[in-house]
């Protein structure tokens, strides 16, 4: 399972979208992942609800299950940098001034929710990193 952090992104949705791999077992991969070596790398400042993002993954693999697809990114665990607007979470651009939980996506993770992927968190930028959006 340690390997599923490792395979391209193309590689994984092929492995999901074909049901050779649940998408709840490469989320979880990817949540096992962050929790071993975030503590050391500071790389996520803000992560998702674990378990909302594991019940997604349980959708998409249902949507796989009935010989469906979500999109181009079906089930596909993303992290997107802390100067993009996501719903629910605490985004700052880099800067703690600036942090506070943001009431809707920003249009870039709209359209990755949109062709199936599954936000785990933001990422780490430089204080007041370009654009926060």
């Known amino acids: 399972m340690d390997g599923l952090c490792h395979l391209p992104a193309r590689q994984l949705i092929r492995l999901m979208t074909s049901g050779e791999v649940?998408?709840?077992?490469?989320?979880?991969?990817?949540?096992?992942?962050?929790?071993r070596v975030n503590p050391v790398l500071n790389a996520l400042v803000e992560a998702a609800d674990p378990e909302r993002c594991l019940q997604l993954a349980a959708h998409a693999d249902?949507?796989?299950?009935?010989?469906?697809?979500l999109g181009a990114?079906?089930?596909?665990?993303?992290?997107?940098?802390?100067v993009m607007r996501v719903a629910g979470l605490a985004c700052s651009?880099?800067?703690?001034?600036l942090r506070a939980?943001?009431?809707a996506d920003a249009t870039a993770v709209s359209r990755l929710r949109a062709e199936g992927a599954i936000v785990l968190g933001l990422?780490?930028?430089p204080e007041l990193g370009p654009e926060f959006s």
């Open 123 to 125: 990422t780490n930028v």
């Open 93 to 97: 651009g880099g800067s703690g001034a």
């Open 101 to 103: 939980v943001a009431d």
């Open 22 to 35: 649940s998408c709840r077992e490469v989320v979880q991969a990817h949540l096992v992942q962050i929790g």
């Open 62 to 69: 249902t949507t796989v299950a009935q010989g469906r697809s």
């Open 73 to 82: 990114a079906h089930g596909l665990p993303v992290a997107v940098k802390d």
